[in-house]
């Protein structure tokens, strides 16, 4: 089986058990029902920023635990003072170590868009990132049908929320891109073997629709590769495993920002 396989079967499981525990009705009187989203589209264009995606990453199948020392609420605002355009908390607890609360806690301390990235396959978990204040939900195209892909969009987008679709093949980007679509993200990481390469987005841009706003996701760790992805046309980057493995994250996204700008002087 793999591990994507694995990771979708455990989460039917899950979400049936916090369907039975924490039923729609209760998640509607969340406080972020009803608040006003922020458009990580918008922050990816903008101008002045340079597309950093910051993730809070505990651990993960590829590298066991990466740093599980962390403060939520110190490192979500280090980011966003570091200069990344938006955050991503993983909030899968067995395969990433992160939780719920984790995005709450980042929410509450930061006006900034905030991705949930976890493995979304049911409405309940859209539902849920509302509930916890998200402004973007994640759809895998390798773990949902097209037809799943698109209703779990259209259901997302009538909540007020981004979607943002992961694609690793040229395949994947014709089956699932549809119209509730708003930003496409080029995964590098093969989940096979779970080596990364850049290459992947390299290869894949001339087949993103021209009208989503572009990402490349995974693997990336140096200024000189957002260069190259930018100059290609990429707007937004995805970075977790770099940042987290470092003493301190904050400042290695401060760093790698420097870096970029020291590129294009
Ligand atoms: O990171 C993994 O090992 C992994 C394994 C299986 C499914 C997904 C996985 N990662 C999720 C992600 O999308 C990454 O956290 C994200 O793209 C950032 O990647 P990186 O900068 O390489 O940590």
Redesign the pocket.
């Known amino acids: 089986m793999s591990?994507?396989e694995t990771?979708v079967n455990y989460k039917k499981t899950v979400v049936q058990e916090s369907k039975d525990l924490s039923p729609v009705k209760l998640l509607e009187q969340s406080i972020f029902f009803n608040s006003q989203p922020i458009s990580m589209k918008e922050y990816l264009k903008r101008e002045d920023k340079v597309g950093i995606i910051a993730?809070i990453?505990r651990m993960?199948?590829?590298?066991g635990i990466?740093n599980d020392k962390i403060d939520v609420e110190q490192l979500s605002i280090s980011y966003m003072q570091s200069g990344a355009s938006a955050l991503?908390v993983?909030t899968d607890t067995k395969?990433?170590g992160g939780k719920s609360e984790d995005l709450e806690i980042a929410r509450k301390f930061n006006y900034a868009p905030i991705l949930r990235?976890d493995?979304m396959i049911d409405e309940y978990q859209i539902v849920e990132a509302k509930s916890m204040g998200a402004d973007c939900i994640?759809l895998?195209a390798a773990c949902l049908t097209p037809t799943l892909c698109r209703s779990l969009a259209s259901f997302a987008k009538n909540m007020r929320l981004e979607v943002l679709l992961?694609v690793r093949t040229r395949e994947e980007i014709d089956s699932h891109t549809n119209e509730y679509i708003d930003i496409i993200?080029v995964?590098?990481?093969n989940?096979n073997d779970?080596k990364?390469d850049i290459i992947n987005s390299k290869n894949l841009f001339e087949y993103l629709p021209k009208e989503l706003v572009k990402i490349s996701?995974?693997?990336?760790?140096r200024g000189s590769q957002v260069k190259e992805l930018k100059d290609i046309g990429y707007d937004g980057f995805?970075?977790?495993?770099?940042?987290?493995n470092q003493g301190e994250p904050g400042k290695a996204c401060k760093n790698l920002i420097d870096d970029y700008k020291s590129l294009i002087k």
């Open positions: 591990i994507l990771i993730e990453k993960s199948p590829s590298k990466i991503s993983l395969f990433f990235k493995f994640l895998i992961e993200g995964n590098n990481r989940l779970f990364t996701e995974s693997g990336i760790t995805l970075i977790g495993g770099y940042f987290m």
